[in-house]
């Protein structure tokens, strides 16, 4: 199975992996493409194994990358993902591999990821297994990983104000998604407008749409994220679970 790299001459032919066959998120995924659009003029990467699956991985330098994070002359992944039946049979190892061979002449790469494998973050034990290690932590839970090809490098790191794991606004509901990943739309703006609206509780949702908005994030992640009274609930789509833990 071959690696294709998706460019914006063949995007409108080619599908992105998540959301192939989802209808609700048809918008989402459209918008997804039109973000890929802009950013492949900033440098950014999509690999995919060329079969109808979710097997692919995202990757842009860190001067253009949304993520707040400080440093220089590393390559940031952005979304890493082997699904199914293409599990256990080198597809992941195979696009880091394509990772590192666009990284030539850079000092190493990083992921955002956490204390365990959660919801659209990489697989730390993946990332671990690679020779990737810890090199800076965000509460509650965010792990930055990197794997230098440079030794004599230095790590970037989180931004010291996406490390406190609370958002500014404590009242109600707080959402933040981008279009980065084609089920936010979807999931944000219809499902947890809904479940606000339902339990008649305040929501505020920011929709991340640059670079600037996204290194003022209060944790180190631009996909979706939900707070309820500033403290964060859950980096999933489906949401409203997490939020009947803690609204009482």
Not at 41 to 61: A, H, L, M
Not at 88 to 100: R, T
Not at 199 to 228: A, C
Request: contains cysteine.
């Amino acid at each position: 199975m071959e690696i294709l790299k998706l460019t914006d001459k063949n995007i409108q032919d080619e599908h992105i992996c998540c959301a192939i066959s989802d209808k609700k998120c048809k918008d989402g995924y459209e918008k997804k493409k039109e973000w890929l659009k802009t950013e492949f003029k900033n440098g950014y990467n999509f690999q995919k194994v060329d079969v109808r699956g979710k097997v692919f991985i995202e990757y842009i330098p860190i001067e253009s990358s949304w993520l707040p994070l400080i440093g220089n002359n590393f390559m940031v992944i952005n979304c890493f993902w082997v699904s199914g039946q293409f599990k256990g049979k080198g597809n992941g190892k195979k696009l880091l591999k394509q990772c590192l061979v666009d990284s030539k002449g850079m000092d190493g790469i990083i992921a955002v990821s956490s204390d365990k494998k959660r919801p659209f973050t990489t697989d730390p034990k993946f990332l671990k297994h690679h020779g990737f290690e810890i090199i800076d932590e965000a509460k509650p839970y965010f792990k930055l990983w990197g794997l230098k090809t440079n030794p004599n490098a230095e790590f970037p790191k989180f931004m010291e104000s996406a490390k406190s794991g609370n958002c500014p606004n404590n009242n109600g509901i707080t959402a933040y998604y981008s279009n980065t990943c084609p089920f936010t739309e979807f999931y944000t703006n219809k499902l947890l407008r809904e479940y606000a609206e339902k339990k008649k509780i305040p929501l505020k949702v920011n929709h991340i749409t640059s670079q600037e908005d996204g290194r003022k994030m209060p944790i180190p992640w631009i996909i979706n994220s939900v707070f309820y009274k500033g403290e964060l609930v859950s980096l999933e789509m489906k949401a409203e679970r997490h939020l009947e833990k803690v609204i009482k």
